[in-house]
């Protein structure tokens, strides 16, 4: 299982891009093989990353997700493939549909039928992105076009999937899936299963599952799971994390953190390798600078272990 770190978060030890392109050279230099990025509130994840593509040498940069509905797929595929540029071709493509409140109400936008929109928009991104090129007449899209980065390789997508449907199409169409507030008994029991099927049955290679959750090294886990209540409390009432929460049995985002001291934590890190987690997305949730400090130390020091480098 690789390690990686949430960047743009709000969680970051300062703010400012500035800021995230230092600390983005520090965790680089302390071994985690990704660093990820969402867009959300505050900054383009892709611009973000492209500018730290400029500031870092070896390590993945992914978007963990830029949403599909405000940007035409052409767009999304000359933003991405400039961005592997700018990275000397380290970067991973992350998508998702975002939520109903967020296209809808916020942007203005249809949100009507997303799996369908999502394997349309497949349609037109993935050949751009492999060959340059897509000639696609659809109900929701009619693309003709052409792009030309020459330094850009095909960067990796992958879907952000919680449901059937979604997983599904990760696993027929691209290289995973990457999740957030998804817990253990869910990733075993529902998300590997069923993006694995589907990989199979399509003749593809085993698929990325990157697991996007808050880490926090506490020796008060109870306290740490209420901070984690307290930073993310919103995402409980969002109906497709409530549905994965509800899978789990869970009142919150703080029931499925990893929290703890070293040897507990440690212990749900092998939990998460053992289900077919491939690599992990640490949101570092803090409310002091010490606790993302100590957190960091402790994830960067069980890289070895964890990865055999």
Request: charged share 20%.
């Amino acid at each position: 299982m690789k390690f990686g770190i949430m960047t743009g978060s709000g969680f970051d030890p300062a703010p400012g891009l500035s800021a995230m392109m230092e600390n983005a050279q520090r965790i680089e230099k302390l071994g985690f093989h990704s660093l990820w990025m969402a867009t959300i509130y505050n900054y383009d994840a892709l611009t973000a990353l492209a500018a730290i593509g400029t500031a870092t040498r070896e390590m993945e940069l992914g978007t963990a997700v830029v949403a599909t509905h405000p940007r035409h797929p052409m767009a999304m595929a000359q933003q991405a493939l400039t961005a592997a540029a700018a990275c000397n071709n380290r970067f991973t493509l992350g998508i998702g549909l975002s939520h109903r409140y967020v296209i809808e109400q916020e942007m203005g936008l249809s949100y009507d039928r997303p799996a369908h929109h999502m394997r349309e928009y497949l349609n037109v991104l993935l050949p751009l992105l492999q060959t340059g090129t897509v000639d696609y007449e659809g109900e929701l899209y009619q693309t003709n076009a052409s792009l030309d980065i020459p330094e850009a390789n095909t960067p990796p997508v992958v879907i952000a999937a919680l449901g059937p449907a979604m997983l599904k199409l990760a696993g027929n169409r691209t290289a995973g899936t990457t999740l957030w507030l998804t817990g253990v008994k869910t990733i075993a029991e529902h998300t590997v299963p069923t993006i694995i099927q589907a990989a199979a049955d399509a003749g593809r290679k085993p698929p990325r599952v990157i697991a996007g959750v808050p880490v926090v090294l506490a020796s008060d886990p109870d306290s740490a799971r209420a901070m984690v209540d307290r930073q993310l409390g919103p995402y409980k009432n969002i109906p497709s994390y409530r549905a994965m929460l509800d899978r789990e049995g869970a009142s919150g985002p703080g029931d499925v953190a990893l929290v703890g001291n070293e040897s507990e934590l440690r212990q749900q890190l092998q939990t998460l390798r053992k289900i077919g987690v491939t690599d992990l997305n640490a949101v570092l949730v803090n409310e002091s600078r010490d606790t993302y400090e100590n957190t960091l130390a402790f994830l960067a020091d069980e890289i070895k272990a964890f990865t055999g480098d």
